[in-house]
């Protein structure tokens, strides 16, 4: 069929995207591809682009440069086409809270055009996803958090979409909260339906995605599934030193470059990067290195921001 | 706009079913509470001193009321309801992100706001019908200019309201927008009343046109001018419209 991504042709296909908003600049060029099935994600900090190429991505945004295809589609000609075949879950809920949790499938439903029993079946379904059928005939508005969210998504799968963006999908959730919506996407992932978040949680990227972009203002500064770009990045371990004084931090970082392979001093603590974290803690102890705390964890994507920007993801 | 637009009208009509307490008071009870008071109350006392443009002021001040309402409830929905789509709820920028378009967002709401008019107006008409300020048979063809009074003022407001960044502006817009149209259209008072070089200025007001159209329906007096009445307020609607389409898809898809 016409405009139908092949098998095996990416779902999205980006190259030298550019959004400008004025004289600012907040996607400056970026090339990538999002293959069909896999969890793909943006992780960067606020402000680093993710969310403008989502919105171009979504077909409610035009690029202001470069060419993006999604489903084989153009996004200037062909936006409600690819929209009604996408899901959209936006960072900020925007439900409607006066309506009830059934007549947001309803009324959301309706917008793709589908008929009303088709809607129905499918929110029977959908509730029992979110997990909210005992409060169907509930207003939204006294829902908790974590149900507006489960709702958000619910809703967005509506008119069965072959791609669904989630936009900062846990950003303000408690950690259960977290981990039941975690839970829901892995569900989506495995019925087949293609992924793209953005998240500035590294243990959110690490625990969904298949493979990820790093962004920072605005560009892309490397490509790779979490454990890759652990692996070309840092070393296996980080030994994290906390110091009773700025001073003691400062003449630690001698004898880090002694017993490490490289570190980053941050504000208030020292990352020592190690493939083996007992050893470095051992040879800093034989050279009189005392921290008030010591820890040893294994490196994650928030190690390979810190190395690739030189800023953490909360800056 | 596409066809998905009476999707974008079946969603505004149903969140004003679920709410229609909080509106119950400015679609209906207010422009009774006016009709009592002006119609009646005022009435008396103006029907004493010689009537108003030769008939009883109730039939004079009751179509001015029905055209003046549909416009100041669709002002409140323009103004504050759009900001809630755009910024304080967001749900317009769910509907965008479906198969509809930003104009499909903006042509619901106009819609609904002539739907929510004409509902309104109905109950008016019957009361205004068994207080004796209806002298028409050829009354029910007022809902034709209400609605238009409703949509023209939806359709300026909101694609009014679609381009600011917050509310602060809109109490000054009642005030010094609507309220005067409110009061110098006619609706009170003949137009004949006021001074010759203002005049022409209340020709340009759409709700003159309506509150006129509405009152040749209700009052007797449909004619040509009537029609011509009508089709200022289609005009003035079918010039918004581009305005407001403009306006909803920069804010919506940016």
């Known amino acids: ?315 | 706009m596409s066809a998905l637009v009476v999707r974008a009208l079946e969603r505004e009509l149903l969140v004003y079913a679920r709410t229609w307490r909080g509106n119950v008071f400015t679609s209906f009870i207010q422009p009774l509470l006016f009709l009592g008071a002006m119609g009646l109350g005022l009435g008396g006392l103006v029907d004493d001193a010689g009537g108003a443009a030769g008939t009883d002021y109730l039939v004079f001040v009751a179509p001015g009321l029905l055209a003046a309402s549909a416009l100041l409830s669709s002002a409140g929905e323009s103004l504050w309801g759009v900001m809630g789509g755009v910024k304080w709820m967001g749900q317009f920028n769910s509907m965008v992100a479906t198969a509809m378009v930003p104009g499909d967002v903006y042509g619901g709401l106009v819609l609904s706001t002539g739907v929510r008019s004409f509902i309104a107006a109905v109950p008016f008409l019957v009361v205004a019908t068994l207080f004796g300020g209806v002298t028409s048979w050829l009354a029910p063809l007022a809902l034709v200019p209400t609605v238009l009074v409703a949509m023209v003022g939806s359709a300026v407001l909101s694609a009014y309201s679609v381009t600011k960044q917050d509310d602060s502006t809109f109490p000054i817009i009642m005030r010094l927008g609507i309220i005067p149209l409110f009061l110098f259209s006619g609706t009170f008072f003949p137009v004949e009343q006021l001074p010759d070089a203002v005049r022409p200025v209340v020709w340009i007001s759409p709700l003159w046109h309506g509150v006129e159209a509405t009152r040749d329906a209700t009052a007797g007096g449909v004619d040509g001018v009537t029609a011509l009445h009508i089709a200022v307020l289609a005009a003035v609607l079918a010039a918004a419209v581009p305005m407001g389409v403009r306006g909803f898809t920069r804010r919506l898809t940016p």
């Open chain 1, 1 to 315: 069929m016409a405009g139908e991504a092949l098998d095996g042709a990416p779902l999205v296909r980006a190259r030298g995207l550019r959004k400008d908003f004025g004289g600012f600049t907040a996607v400056d060029g970026i090339d990538f591809e999002v293959r069909r099935g896999e969890v793909f994600g943006f992780l960067g900090p606020n402000g680093a682009g993710k969310t403008s190429t989502m919105r171009m991505v979504g077909c409610v945004s035009p690029s202001t440069g470069g060419t993006l295809e999604v489903l084989g589609l153009d996004p200037s000609s062909d936006g409600p086409a690819i929209r009604s075949r996408l899901g959209v879950v936006p960072q900020e809920d925007n439900l409607d809270t006066e309506l009830s949790v059934w007549d947001n499938f309803i009324v959301y439903g309706r917008y793709f055009g589908l008929p009303r029993a088709v809607i129905k079946e499918r929110a029977e379904e959908l509730l029992d996803f979110a997990r909210l059928t005992e409060r169907r005939h509930d207003r939204v508005d006294p829902l908790s958090g974590g149900m507006k969210r489960r709702l958000t998504i619910a809703r967005a799968l509506v008119n069965e979409p072959e791609m669904v963006l989630l936009d900062e999908p846990t950003t303000g959730l408690d950690p259960q909260a977290r981990h039941l919506l975690w839970d829901r996407l892995y569900g989506l992932k495995r019925q087949g339906v293609t992924l793209i978040l953005t998240t500035h949680y590294m243990d959110e990227a690490e625990q969904l995605c298949d493979r990820l972009v790093v962004m920072d203002e605005g560009r892309i500064v490397d490509e790779g599934s979490p454990r890759q770009l652990i692996e070309r990045h840092v070393t296996a371990e980080v030994v994290e030193l906390r110091f009773a004084e700025p001073e003691l931090q400062a003449k630690a970082e001698p004898v880090a470059t002694e017993v490490a392979d490289r570190y980053e001093a941050l504000a208030d603590r020292l990352l020592l990067y190690t493939d083996d974290g007992d050893a470095t803690r051992r040879a800093l102890a034989d050279r009189g290195v005392e921290a008030l705390t010591e820890l040893t964890r294994r490196a994650s994507l928030e190690d390979v921001f810190l190395v690739l920007t030189g800023r953490t993801l909360d800056d």
